[in-house]
C-alpha cells in the first residue's frame, strides 16, 4: 500500500522560509510522476510542481518558479519543497500526489497534507 508522509509545515513569517517533506513508502516501482500541490481557503486545488522520474526537467507554476525547490532523495524515497521568500498568499495545505500509470490506468496517491500559514 503507498503511502505519503507530509511534514514541515507550520507559521512562518512574511520573507521566511520552510522545507516540506513527503516520504514515500510500500512500493516499489521506479517509475511515477510526483506533483506537489495546495490548496488555500475558498479557492481550487492548484499544482505547483511536477516532478516525472523518467524526465530530470521539473515544472513549477508562475506562482511559486524561482521562490521553491523541488528535490528528490532517492535512498530514502523522501521528496523536499524548499519554499523560500514566502508570501502570504502562500498559506495554504500543501499536499504530495504521486501518480502511476499502467495499461492506460492512472492511480494516484495523496499524502495528507501540511498546513502553511505566512503571517506576521
Known amino acids: 500500500q503507498v503511502q505519503l508522509v507530509e511534514s514541515g509545515g507550520g507559521l512562518v513569517q512574511p520573507g521566511g522560509s520552510l522545507r516540506l517533506s513527503c516520504a514515500a513508502s510500500?512500493?516499489?516501482?521506479?517509475?511515477?510522476?510526483l506533483t506537489w500541490y495546495r490548496q488555500a481557503p475558498e479557492k481550487e486545488r492548484e499544482l505547483i510542481v511536477r516532478s516525472p522520474t523518467t524526465d530530470p526537467s521539473i515544472y513549477y507554476s508562475d506562482s511559486v518558479k524561482g521562490r521553491f525547490t523541488h528535490s528528490r532523495d532517492n535512498a530514502t524515497n523522501t521528496v523536499y519543497l524548499q519554499m523560500n521568500s514566502l508570501k502570504p498568499e502562500d498559506t495554504a495545505v500543501y499536499y504530495c500526489n504521486l501518480r502511476r500509470y499502467v495499461g492506460g490506468n492512472e492511480y494516484a496517491y495523496w499524502g495528507q497534507g501540511t498546513q502553511v500559514t505566512v503571517s506576521s
Open positions: 510500500g512500493f516499489t516501482f521506479k517509475t511515477y510522476v
